[in-house]
């Protein structure tokens, strides 16, 4: 070893050498000096590198210059090491915490002359103690959050450490520590936890503990658990139950009273899954306990009530926390039966809902018996109809529902003719079996919407509660003295019986229910006094309006039957030159000789009474027959037109039919035209469309007949194959000094020409009209102005010509 003294370079080599940031810097934080360690402390490769850049970026040896003057003005006028703490950057931005040991070093009149010390990262040991201190709090939140109170006891019973629980206050005031168990607890508990710290200490093992006295009149139950920890100590957890052992007698209590009740009960967890029921739900279900417990009440559904009733439930128990009412459910055995159920939702305050009890009983036996009580109050004994009382009831209450719905109701009222001579000839037996069969009849003939009932001896009423017309009523009746019709089946023979019937409607007979009893009984009185089996309206118009009515049905089944029925042609012309390009087909019929009956009359009403398919059919024979006539004769120069009904639009076997009509008759179909109305359109449209292509295939087109009257919306001119439409004649009211109408013509015939729809406009009577249409581009054209429509015999010489001379031309 060198005797050499040391020398400052020997110490400045060492300072440089240094593991730990050596450094000397002006009080402003200008560095003079510094050592490696220290530049790779903040980055930089060597001590030149630091140098070079101390300009700019030695500036992040202080991360803020605050904590620099504080660090100043700590160290004062003392001139030894004193420690700090700093939070400061690398060169990279990075954060790092670094301990400083620094000296502020004065000159001769103690003015500040330069810092020097060492600096180390610890940054590391930063993050371990803030990691320490948030697990420290973490442990420290657990043990206050935990319910139990912490015991440390020694082998003599003495308590070295006690803390409370959040739900086990400890007793007494000041600290506990070093005091014996027996000053801080009551000695029924001191005892056990004595003696189970022993059997800890000898044993090992934890080992359990309960003690149980009486305090201010309440019964004070505590019970904890005990084990070892080192050093010849016991932990013991404390826990007071008083609470819960109170509740589970209670509960006790409340278990049996579940047992011994009547009523069915079923307890079901947050999620719906039955939990527990008692006795008598497996005695009125004939479910088991096994069998219920683990399902949803699902098995119990009747499937008797919608979705919306169980959406009211469920609505209903999260918004007031309980539903009562009465309910069908399924027995085991698949019985359906009426429950009235009680259902309350249990609320826990800090997790909401945690059970729903329901509550039920049978209420079979009670229907029963308010079904009978109902039944001989409201049901005719004999025949098992609504009686008077009923029909009453139910009277006012529709007469109500048709007044807010804006609906008619008929009341039929019907007597047997001469039954009491029946009674007396046949024996009460047979009446009484005529009786209950006319019942039965009735109920059939009018069906389950109307309310049939049994008024008197030979009496009966019908409630027809949805009428589309006060005519219906009448069709009704007659439906009745056809099924009356039949003879009954007597101990010598078949019996023969006729009816009277009379007829109200609400609201032209009158709005109150004791109005319409009377008018319905003043019209029987007069069906009676006709001579019987037949009916009478208690107004006298309609009485005449239905006789016309059914007289009109007579005779247009007699004209279809015996083809008395005539087809009328109207002529349709170009504008240009009036050549004739087709006929419309126009179906007439004369009730007597000249006198001929609206179409608009009795249309709709062979629509109603069935005859429209027939009638339809009746027309396409004969018009393509006519049509086969003329081409045999030569004329070919123009299309037959003729109407379809939405009613046999909708027939699947319109389409077999007309082209069936055309098999026979040998018409060309590229002749035929189509013409339908828009309501012909409303419904599914995919069938529709197969339709019109199956007709288009066979060379037939198809217009829209009163174009711009109907309820579609004209997303059909896109999604069907139409040829034309025509302009109905009610757009023509007024044109041509009606703006408004010659808008819409002109928009009409604009829209058609840009779809490449042929266009016909209807019911041209006037010059003025004529000459607007030729300004608007020239549409087909038919009206009265041209020509009225004719028998196919006075069309022979129009047809000859080819034209019709216009109005206004030579």
């Known amino acids: ?80 090491l004193l420690q700090f703490e700093m939070d400061m950057r690398r060169r990279d931005g990075s954060a790092m915490v670094v301990r400083l040991s620094c000296r502020l070093v004065r000159d001769e009149r103690g003015e500040p002359r330069f810092l020097e010390g060492f600096a180390e990262d610890v940054t590391a040991q930063r993050r371990m103690k803030e990691e320490l201190e948030s697990r420290t709090r973490e442990m420290e939140a657990i043990l206050r959050a935990l319910p139990d109170a912490m015991l440390v006891v020694d082998p003599r019973g ?16 000041g600290p506990l520590e070093d005091r014996p168990l027996e000053e801080v607890f009551p000695r029924e508990l001191a005892e056990p936890i004595r003696e ?81 029921v008692n006795p008598a739900f497996e005695a009125i279900t004939g479910y088991t306990s096994a069998e219920a417990v683990g399902k949803t009440p699902r098995i119990l559904r009747s499937e008797r009530h919608d979705e919306d009733f169980y959406r009211g439930f469920w609505d209903a128990l999260r918004r007031e926390g309980t539903w009562g009412g009465e309910i069908w459910n399924r027995r085991k055995n698949g019985e359906i039966y009426p429950q009235w159920l009680a259902v309350a939702a249990l609320q826990d305050e800090g997790t909401g809902t945690v059970r729903y009890v329901g509550v039920f009983s049978d209420l079979t036996e009670l229907k029963t018996k308010d079904a009978q009580i109902l039944h001989q109050a409201y049901y005719d004994k004999l025949t098992g109809l609504a009686n008077r009382h009923l029909l009453q009831d139910r009277l006012r209450v529709e007469l109500r529902a ?56 030979d009496g009966f009423a019908v409630l027809l509660p949805d009428l589309e017309s006060p005519g219906h009523a009448g069709g009704e009746a007659r439906r009745i003295l056809e099924a009356l019709q039949v003879p009954f089946s007597g101990p010598e023979g078949p019996v023969y019986v006729t009816a009277s019937l009379g007829i109200a409607v609400f609201p032209e007979d009158g709005e109150e229910s004791d109005m319409l009893i009377r008018k319905a009984d003043g019209a029987l009185y007069r069906a009676k006094a006709r001579g019987g089996n037949g009916y009478s309206f208690a107004s006298e118009d309609l009485d005449r309006d239905f006789a016309r009515r059914m007289n009109l049905e007579v005779g247009l089944r007699k004209a279809l039957e015996e083809d008395q029925l005539l087809l009328y042609y109207q002529p349709i012309l170009e504008l240009r030159e009036g050549r004739l390009v087709g006929l419309e087909a126009l179906l007439r019929w004369s009730e007597a000789p000249g006198r001929f009956v609206p179409p608009d009359e009795f249309i709709p009403l062979a629509e109603e009474i069935g005859l429209i398919q027939p009638l339809g059919a009746w027309v396409f024979r ?34 077999e039919s007309l082209e069936e009509a055309l098999r026979e008759t040998g018409a060309n179909p590229k002749r ?51 040829d034309g439409l025509k302009v109905d004649r009610s757009f023509l009211q007024g044109v041509p000094e009606n703006q408004r109408n010659r808008s819409l013509v002109e928009a009409m015939l604009a829209m058609a020409r840009g779809l490449g729809l042929e266009s016909v406009v209807e019911g041209v009577e006037e010059e003025g009209q004529m000459d607007l249409l030729r300004r608007l581009g020239y549409p087909q054209v038919q009206g009265f102005l041209f020509s009225r429509p004719l028998p196919a015999e006075s069309l022979e010489s129009l047809l000859q010509k080819g034209r019709i001379p216009l109005p206004g031309r030579a």
């Open 1 to 80: 070893m060198s005797d050499r003294p040391v020398q400052p370079s020997d110490l400045l080599t060492l300072l440089e050498d240094a593991v730990v940031g050596v450094f000397r810097s002006t009080p402003e934080g200008a560095f003079l000096w510094l050592n490696a360690a220290l530049a790779r402390l903040f980055g930089f490769e060597s001590v030149e590198s630091f140098m070079e850049a101390r300009g700019e970026d030695a500036r992040v040896l202080y991360g803020d210059p605050r904590d620099r003057e504080q660090m100043l003005k700590a160290m004062g006028k003392q001139d030894r």
């Open 158 to 173: 003495k308590l070295l450490a006690a803390r409370p629980g959040a739900q086990m206050p400890l007793p007494g005031e």
């Open 196 to 276: 189970t710290v022993e059997r800890v200490l000898d044993q090992g093992g934890r080992h359990l503990f309960e003690g149980a006295w009486e305090s201010r009149g309440q019964s004070v139950h505590q019970e904890g658990l005990c084990c070892p920890l080192d050093g010849n100590r016991v932990l013991c957890l404390l826990r007071d139950v008083s609470s819960t052992r109170r509740v589970a007698s209670s509960l006790g209590i409340a278990q049996g009273i579940i047992a011994l009740a009547r009523e069915g009960i079923l307890v079901c967890d947050a999620r719906g899954f039955i939990e527990q």
């Open 402 to 457: 048709c007044a807010r719905e804006n609906r008619r109701l008929g009341l039929l009222f019907l007597d047997l003719d001469r039954f009491k001579i029946l009674n007396s000839t046949l024996g009460y037996l047979m009446g009484d079996q005529v009786l209950v069969e006319t019942g039965q009849r009735l109920s059939a003939a009018v069906g389950d919407q109307a309310t049939v009932s049994r008024t008197g001896e």
């Open 622 to 655: 004969n018009a393509l027959k006519q049509l086969r006539s003329w081409e045999d004769k030569g004329f070919r120069d123009f299309t037959l037109c003729v109407n379809v009904s939405p009613l046999q639009i909708r027939d699947p076997h319109f389409p």
């Open 672 to 722: 035929l035209v189509l013409e339908i109305t828009e309501q012909c359109l409303l419904g599914e449209r995919a069938p529709l469309r197969e339709l019109f292509l199956r007709l288009h295939r066979l060379g037939i087109r198809v217009y829209i007949d009163d174009f711009g009257t109907g309820y579609s919306s004209l997303s059909y001119l896109k999604d069907f194959a139409l």
